[in-house]
Each structure stands twice: as structure tokens, then as C-alpha cells.
């Protein structure tokens, strides 16, 4: 019997650049060796690879080049209801899952896990000691479906978690469920012939840097056995992986290709780790855009490559980015700031967010001069970055509210808006019929426009529930709400059910990255941003820009850049659908007051809120911290370097 096997690729922002399932091994594509390792029990067609976006399809079909197989672009950002729909439109009673580092695994694993399915009679089947990101496992698809239901509220995004989680709070409770779970799992270690110690406990199968260790790994394993059926490449994973690391907790690794001139300059080093892109680099871009580089000698740290880090060099950064995971707390990491620290030599490093401990640790025993900038309402994490620093930059008067909740001097803390280069967002920057063209939204519509990344407290739900009020009032509205994803989260699968509830699907575009903000910002008639707690929504300094009239909540940071009816647009209550959506109405059916409270608002923004204003301020908070005594003494020894 032929089973077909699904293989759901994680969501990835689309500002990163690398794609896990291009990576190759032994010069062949990991997505195609993945295929590979299925296609002995369920044909040439049946696998099915779920993926998230179009733009992603024609990567995919180039590694499956020589093989067929269905490729889908699933709706849900939930693994669990991903391949539980995907069960489902195909009619299958049971399923393969893979995840990309099965090829790993011995290429007869999931035939044999699929035999032990049925022969166990069980639910589903998983496989125990072997590493997550490689493992196989079965499913009946009607259990998937039960899981997807019940579960779909506790932000449980893996069939297997989702199974045990149920499983095992029915038996503490001893309550039945209303779906079987019966399950004897495949045990690895026996079946192959192994001790449990000689199975790695966890791989890592996401970024660039990974593939090294796994080409290093398969290459090894092949040459001790023509056919690594035995699980050769598991164990000699584990035994390089183990030797790695020992190596990596004691000697550093350095950055590589880093000029580092000895000039007269004072140099700093800007550390901001997550590197998506969005309104924290976009602000980082923006104010290093007009920093004065004939006074400071920039350099920029990041983890992975993608638009932020393409953005920093060609505003003439220096940009280190070794493409690994630096927001671990690891000893490696810790290394890695020492090295770092000591070929740069920094007098001033700038945090442009809530950055990993080692780095912030090794600051603590360095004279350097550090800034740390808070633009989040959300200060998790970001005390030892606070208490450490020399000078705070605090985004709105709210965000510095809430530093002070730190024990921390008020004088070290800075409001400095979220900035904007005025000659570039101008009005009229893209003509508004071509830009909705371009971007598939009716050009016939009143559009109101919400920028903001898909998390709980940026109440894409509000937003959602105004548009159906809206809507009413004017029959020609249409929402455009750009929302990247960053990774797997269950608020998106609950924002996509709520628009189903309230029929929105045809007045609604949700577009994912966008290369040029400034294209989308020309679409609208109205920008909203309703957020809870947001520090400063830079999107609406964006739109002020180019004369567009917005409406935002009265919480977090965003309203002390409006003066609600005069300026700008209108600030509404938090979490009040009704009263958002009665101000966009008021705009939308008016011209004349969306005219005048757009230039306004412009006026506003160049006068306050330009970059260069911001980026004269930040460069005379480097200069405060250079006048320390400790910070000049760096600088002489730096200097003579």
C-alpha cells in the first residue's frame, strides 16, 4: 500500500535570504535527498512539499529538478494544521511526515516506521531516540484533524508534541479524550543496533553555517561504508558535532574578511542580531544612513544574510555576519564577542536591541562606551543592556517610562524618535493607480492600509474587526494589512480563521514582505496602526512622510506623534474596534480633511521627526560617551594600533 509522505518547510521571513531546503549535501540539494528517502514505498508522486510562498516555488522546483512531486502553497503557518488540511484535501487515511534532515536518517526509516504502524495498529507512530529534526513519523489522518481542533488555541504547531501533550495530560487526569491515541513508538536505537549514547540528541538543519558540519559528516560516513544504511551517518554526527563543540568552548573562532583601518576615527560597532527585516532595521538603516562617516567608522554585527544585511553594506558599513545563531547564550558566542571585540576594537558599541548575554556579558568587563536603544514596549530581557549602558535611547516618552522602571538614572535616558529621511518618503513618491497595480489591490477602492508584523500585540484583530464595520459604512473599502511572518506562531492561523468568520476575503489583500515600503504607503488613502504597548510605530512616521492620514491607538508610543483632528490624523482608544473604525470612516469619506491632515502631518515630520535631526542627536550621545576618560584612553590606544 502506498502512503503518501508530507514534508512541511518552516516559514522563513522573506527578508532572509538563505532557504534551509536549497543547502546542499554532497552536491545535491537537501530537499531532493529528502524526497529520496521516501520515494522507495510511495512512488515518484508521492510526496507532497508544503511551502508558504509563491515566490519560493520556482527554488523548490529547481532542487526537485529530476524528481516529481506536488508542490503546495499551504495558507496555515501551524505545521500541525498544515499537514492536517493537506491530509485531508488528499483523501489519505494515513501519512508520512518528514522534516528536511530525514535524509539523514537511514534511507530504509520510514518504510520500516510505516510497517511498525501498521503492524502496532497504533494512531500514530513516532519515532524515540532519534533527533526531531530528522526524525519520520505516521499519522491517521483523522487524529491529525482531532489534534488541529483541539489543540489549535495552545500555540502547539507539531503533530507529535501535539499527540504526546494530550496524551499524557488524559492519563494524569484520567479523563478519556474523544480521539484514539493509541501508540507504541519505533525505537530507534535498537532496531539499527545501537547504543542510545551513540545517537546525537539534537542536530541543527537551518542555517548556511550547518551544512558544513553535514557535508563533513556524510563524506566521512561514506567513506567508512559504501552504504550508510546502518546509521553511520547519525553516529559520526553525533562524534563530529562532540569534538566541534569541545573545540569551540575552549578556542574562538574570528570574524573573517574585516578591514579594520587604523584611522583617526572613532569606531562603532552596531550589534543587532535578529535579522529579518523590519521597523528596528529599517530605523537602524535609516539613522546610519545619515550618520557623518567622515567622524565615525562604522561597522554593523548581524546573525544571517538577507536585505538587512545587504542594506548595511550599501550604505557603506562594514558588516560581519558568520551566518550561525549568536542570540544563544553559549560559550561559543562568548568567544565570538571576544574576538570580535578585539579586531574591531570599538569605542562605542550601539545595541540596537534586545541582543544576546554573551555579548552583552563581555561588554560588561570592556571600557567601551555602550548605547543601548529600546524600541519595544516589551522590555523582556533587556535589563542587564539597560544597566550596562552609558546612554539609554528611548523611542517615545512611553518607552522611557518604562526604562525607569529600571534601577536606572533618568539622566542617561534619551527620547529620540523613530526617524524618517523626509527626501525619500515624499509624497506622490509612487504614483498611487501604478503602485495598486502592481500590488493587486482594487483601484476603485477607498484602501486603508496597517504595516505591522504578525504578533499578538500588534492587534491585527481589531484592525479586522474594524474593516467589517467599515465596510458597512462604505461598500467600496479594502483592507491591505502587510504582515511578515517570522516564524511559526499561532496567532496567525487565529487571524486567518477570524477573517473567514467575518467574510473579509474579498475586500482584503495581506501581502508578506515588501522590498519598498514606500510603494505600499502609496496605495493608501488612510494608514492604521492599533497596536498594544508599541514603542513607536515607524510605519506611521512613514506615512506622516508622504501625506498620508493615519489613526492609532492611544497606548504605548505612537500617539505622542499626533495631534488627534489637527495633525496627522486621529488617536482612538486601545482596543476599541468600533471607535477605530468610525475615525477611518470620518477620513475615508473625506478629501479635503484627508488632505489637510496629511501635510500637516508632513510638515510635522521634517520639521521633528527627519533622520538627519535624529542622526546629529545620536552622533552627539558618541561624542558625550567619547569625552569619558576611560573611552579617550581606548581611543589613544586605538588609534596607535
Known amino acids: 500500500m502506498r502512503v503518501p509522505a508530507i514534508l512541511y518547510l518552516e516559514p522563513l521571513s522573506q527578508s532572509i535570504a538563505h532557504r534551509p531546503y536549497v543547502g546542499l549535501i554532497g552536491g545535491r540539494p537537501v530537499l531532493d535527498l529528502a524526497a529520496e528517502s521516501v520515494s522507495r514505498y510511495c512512488g515518484p508522486d508521492g510526496l507532497i512539499v508544503l ?30 494544521a498544515a499537514v492536517s488540511h493537506a491530509a485531508s484535501d488528499h483523501d489519505a487515511a494515513t501519512v508520512v511526515l518528514l522534516s528536511l534532515g530525514s535524509c539523514l536518517a537511514p534511507s530504509d526509516l520510514p518504510a520500516r516506521v510505516l510497517q511498525h504502524h501498521f503492524m502496532q495498529q497504533n494512531a500514530y507512530t513516532s519515532v524515540k531516540g532519534l533527533p526531531r529534526e530528522c526524525s519520520v513519523s505516521v499519522f491517521q489522518t483523522d487524529l491529525l484533524q482531532n489534534l488541529s481542533a483541539l489543540t489549535s488555541k495552545l500555540g502547539i504547531f507539531d503533530p507529535e508534541a501535539a499527540a504526546n501533550k494530550l496524551a499524557s495530560a488524559s492519563k494524569l487526569a484520567g479523563l478519556p479524550v474523544p480521539v484514539r491515541l493509541d501508540s507504541v513508538p519505533f525505537e530507534f536505537a535498537p532496531a539499527y543496533g545501537l547504543k542510545a549514547c551513540e545517537v546525537p540528541r539534537s542536530i541543527s538543519f537551518r542555517l548556511a553555517s550547518d551544512f558544513a558540519l553535514a557535508n563533513s559528516v556524510v563524506e566521512a560516513a561514506h567513506n567508512r561504508c559504501a552504504d550508510p544504511l546502518r546509521a553511520t551517518i547519525l553516529t559520526m554526527w553525533k562524534e563530529f558535532s562532540t569534538e566541534r563543540r569541545a573545540g569551540e568552548s575552549r578556542v574562538p573562532f574570528h570574524p573573517r574578511s574585516l578591514r579594520v583601518a587604523s584611522r583617526q576615527r572613532p569606531r562603532v560597532l552596531y550589534i543587532s542580531l535578529p535579522s529579518g527585516f523590519s521597523g528596528a532595521e529599517e530605523s537602524l538603516c535609516s539613522l546610519i544612513e545619515k550618520m557623518d562617516k567622515t567622524r565615525f567608522e562604522l561597522f554593523a554585527l548581524t546573525s544571517v544574510s538577507g536585505v538587512f544585511s545587504e542594506r548595511l553594506r550599501e550604505l557603506g558599513v562594514q558588516v560581519i555576519c558568520p551566518e550561525a545563531n549568536l542570540g544563544e547564550p553559549t560559550i561559543q558566542n562568548l568567544h565570538y564577542a571576544d574576538a570580535l571585540f578585539n579586531r574591531i576594537r570599538p569605542q562605542i558599541v550601539h545595541l540596537n536591541g534586545q541582543e544576546a548575554l554573551p555579548f552583552v556579558f563581555r561588554l560588561a568587563m570592556t571600557d567601551i562606551a555602550v548605547v543601548q536603544h529600546v ?5 523582556t530581557g533587556f535589563e542587564e543592556g539597560i544597566i550596562l549602558s552609558d546612554s539609554v535611547i528611548a523611542v517615545s516618552e512611553f518607552i522611557k517610562k518604562e526604562v525607569m522602571a529600571f534601577p536606572v538614572n533618568e539622566n542617561k535616558i534619551k527620547v529620540i524618535y523613530d526617524e524618517v529621511d523626509s527626501s525619500k518618503f515624499l509624497p506622490k513618491f509612487y504614483e498611487k493607480t501604478r503602485a495598486r497595480r502592481e500590488l493587486g489591490i482594487p483601484q476603485d477602492s477607498l484602501v486603508a492600509v496597517m504595516v505591522a508584523r504578525v504578533a499578538p500585540n500588534k492587534r491585527h484583530d481589531i484592525m479586522l474587526r474594524a474593516a467589517a464595520t467599515i465596510k458597512k459604512e462604505i461598500p467600496s473599502f479594502h483592507l491591505v494589512i502587510k504582515g511578515d511572518l517570522f516564524t511559526e506562531a499561532p496567532i496567525h492561523d487565529q487571524l486567518k480563521r477570524l477573517i473567514e468568520d467575518l467574510k473579509l476575503q474579498s475586500y482584503l489583500t495581506w501581502l508578506g514582505f515588501v522590498p519598498d515600503i514606500r510603494k505600499l504607503i502609496a496605495t493608501a488613502d488612510v494608514m492604521v496602526l492599533c497596536s498594544d504597548r508599541e514603542g513607536l510605530g515607524r510605519c506611521i512616521v512613514e506615512g506622516m512622510s508622504m501625506e498620508i492620514p493615519v489613526v492609532v491607538s492611544d497606548t504605548g508610543g505612537t500617539h505622542e506623534l499626533i495631534s488627534s483632528g489637527t495633525r496627522g490624523g486621529f488617536v482612538v482608544p486601545g482596543n476599541d474596534s468600533q471607535a477605530l473604525a468610525a475615525k477611518v470612516v470620518e477620513l475615508l469619506r473625506s478629501p479635503i480633511l484627508r488632505t489637510e491632515l496629511g501635510k500637516r502631518g508632513r510638515e510635522y515630520v521634517v520639521e521633528h521627526l527627519d533622520a538627519r535631526i535624529s542622526a546629529q542627536t545620536v552622533m552627539n550621545l558618541y561624542d558625550q560617551a567619547l569625552c569619558s576618560p576611560v573611552v579617550q584612553s581606548t581611543c589613544n590606544q586605538c588609534v596607535v594600533s
Open 51 to 80: 511551502y508558504h510562498h509563491e515566490s519560493e516555488r520556482t527554488a523548490i522546483e529547481q532542487c526537485m529538478s529530476t524528481r516529481s512531486i506536488q508542490l503546495e502553497c499551504t495558507r496555515h503557518f501551524s505545521k500541525l
Open 375 to 379: 524600541r519595544n514596549g516589551d522590555l
